[in-house]
């Protein structure tokens, strides 16, 4: 089993970028130093819920700063970008990273975002597979041309090439039944499960994804990747106590996602929903929050019900305070990573191996 952690960028209060940046270059260092697999990087625009509008970016920065960690993109909101000048910064960024860089691509889902910048939401899945099928062309093949709906290009040769071959790894954010079998025929990795989800939806998309991967042929090991939140702590106490962060990130992606949220001067403002879960439930069904043993406890009932080959851990969670996030990363890596990190889902087909 893997583990990486993920940055959002976020800030409820608005704080300066410079130490929004700070942090997340702190946070990317400490997972390098700690053992973990990779850092993945969200893409937000226009809001406080993400100062990243520009991942790949980042993802340079990070390179630098790291010395073996594997970075990457969760996601890359694909509709949002031209394909082929995006083939060209993932190159670019694969060349700048020495071969460090995972690329996460997703649909996207904010109705707030889409309008700004000019393109229908409701046409996001297809332009995402036209987006698709460009940008392999440009990262795989010397020469190319391409006439479809949404982008007419003539004869052209990208510079520079990206290092890993034939490009560098594709991940899906894929949460309904159709992006899971799309991606599994891709033959690209799944990202599911999503930080502000129950675990049942885990389960859910895992027998959705088996299938898809059983009736495509391509065999197994295949990656199955969960984002989920943690928080490790000393006390269990404290763990229930930063539930009211993980809320912050429930309602605002609720939110954003209805196309429900009120965003002034760029403050997504925090509002109670209407059907909200009370904490307990949050607690025990939603977040990987407790104690070390709490945590592994709830890690091994998702490897009990499905084959998840990666835990992707969001630690940095609504107001949750730089000293807090650090302690919990470091009792997570010392105290549950170890239990994890050669064991596969107990529901992947015989056979499978962690990867």
């Known amino acids: 089993m893997k583990f990486g952690t993920f940055l959002l960028l976020h800030s409820p209060d608005m704080l300066p970028a410079e130490e929004v940046y700070a942090n997340a270059v702190a946070q990317a260092e400490l997972a390098d130093e700690l053992g973990f697999d990779a850092v993945w990087l969200a893409e937000h625009h226009f809001s406080n819920y993400g100062y990243s509008p520009s991942p790949l970016m980042l993802t340079v920065k990070l390179a630098e700063r790291t010395k073996r960690v594997r970075i990457g993109t969760a996601v890359v909101v694909l509709p949002l970008h031209h394909p082929l000048k995006l083939a060209e910064e993932i190159a670019m960024a694969d060349q700048l990273t020495d071969g460090r860089l995972e ?32 940008m392999v062309k440009a990262l795989t093949q010397d020469s190319f041309s391409y006439q479809g709906h949404y982008y007419q290009i003539p004869e052209t040769t990208i510079f520079p090439r990206p290092i890993q071959k034939p490009h560098p790894p594709f991940w899906v954010a894929a949460q309904s039944p159709p992006s899971i079998v799309a991606t599994v025929q891709r033959g690209y990795k799944c990202i599911t499960g999503g930080s502000s989800a129950p675990s049942g939806a885990v389960q859910a998309n895992w027998d959705v994804f088996r299938q898809a991967v059983d009736e495509s042929g391509r065999g197994w090991p295949q990656e199955f990747a969960v984002q989920k939140q943690v928080y490790v702590s000393d006390t269990e106490e404290d763990a229930r106590a930063q539930v009211r962060n993980a809320m912050w990130h429930l309602r605002m992606v609720t939110a954003l996602r209805a196309n429900t949220q009120r965003v002034e001067r760029g403050l997504a403002i925090e509002e109670p929903l209407a059907d909200e879960p009370d904490a307990d439930m949050i607690y025990d069904e939603w977040l990987l929050f407790g104690t070390p043993d709490v945590c592994a406890e709830k890690i091994q009932r998702l490897l009990d019900t499905t084959g998840i080959t990666y835990l992707n851990c969001v630690f ?35 056979g499978v191996s962690a990867p």
């Open 316 to 350: 940095a969670i609504g107001r949750m305070e730089p000293a807090k996030i650090r302690r919990s990363m470091e009792l997570f890596a010392t105290e549950v990573m170890p239990r994890f990190k050669d064991k596969v889902g107990v529901a992947a087909p015989l």
């Open 103 to 134: 690329v996460g691509f997703g649909r996207g889902y904010q109705e707030y975002e889409f309008r700004r910048l000019g393109v229908p939401l409701d046409e996001n899945r297809a332009i995402f597979d036209e987006s698709v099928e460009v």
